[in-house]
């Protein structure tokens, strides 16, 4: 299994970017869908989750301009990211907790970067 994400970029302040997480291989299940983020000399932190019922969660700095989403049909998570601000910018990663041919592993996706700037 291997997780691929796209979709960062650089973005004035305000400005949308929707960043997508897929999942390759045999995937048998998905427990957990979510995307972190690590900015310049700040600690990692997860951003947004939707876990195995469907159920989201935010931190605080992100709700009602982030909205997490998913297409399980895809193996997919979106980030979508609106109204955005320079204190967004950070790489962001994505991990799913999914059943593969190894049974329940955690997988990753390389970091995207999500510039905000103008």
């Known amino acids: 299994v291997q997780l691929q994400a796209s979709g960062g970029g650089l973005v004035q302040p305000g400005g949308s970017l929707r960043l997508s997480c897929t999942a390759s291989g045999d995937v048998f299940g998905i427990k957990f869908m979510g995307w972190y983020r690590q900015a310049p000399g700040k600690q990692y932190e997860l951003v947004a989750a939707?876990?195995?019922?469907?159920?989201?969660n935010y931190i605080d700095s992100v709700k009602g301009r982030f909205t997490i989403s998913r297409d399980l049909a895809k193996n997919t998570v979106y980030l979508q990211m609106n109204s955005l601000k320079v204190e967004d910018t950070a790489v962001y990663s994505c991990?799913?907790?999914?059943?593969?041919?190894?049974?329940?592993?955690?997988?990753w996706g390389q970091g995207t970067l999500v510039t905000v700037s103008s």
């Open positions: 991990k799913q907790s999914l059943i593969g041919d190894r049974g329940l592993r955690d997988y």
């Open positions: 939707v876990t195995s019922d469907g159920s989201t």
